[in-house]
Nanobody, 123 residues
């Protein structure tokens, strides 16, 4: 069992930056691939970024490439999402997710989810 708690959301003007954190419980964090997803009002949840267990392999959705960076610290049991050059269309609830049986973009294959943190970007 893994429990995930996100933090770091907030309100920022376009062009600004935020850093999201996701703290995981348990001693097996390093065996889980981690990802960030987001869901805007009236829209489906969408993939944002993912990172492999050792942090060597990362992947990003096209809308965030070059602006967002995912990283992890397996000592602190935490995954991060550094978001730069934020745009109003980045406004959403951001969720972190964990899986030990998959490495991809499909939300349905992630076993554990956090409660989400709101990111609001104003123009």
């Amino acid at each position: 069992q893994v429990q995930l708690v996100e933090s770091g959301g907030g309100s920022v003007q376009a062009g600004g930056s935020l850093r999201l954190s996701c703290a995981a419980s348990g001693r097996t964090f390093s065996s889980y691939a981690m990802a960030w997803f987001r869901q805007a009002p009236g829209k489906e949840r969408e993939f944002v970024a993912r990172i492999s267990t050792a942090g060597i392999v990362t992947s990003y959705a096209d809308p965030v490439k070059g602006r967002f960076t995912i990283s992890r610290d397996n000592v602190k049991n935490t995954v991060y999402l550094q978001m730069n050059s934020l745009k109003p269309e980045d406004t959403a609830v951001y969720y972190c997710a964990a899986t030990n049986a998959y490495f991809g973009d499909y939300a349905g294959r992630y076993q554990y989810w956090g409660q989400g943190t709101q990111v609001t970007v104003s123009s």
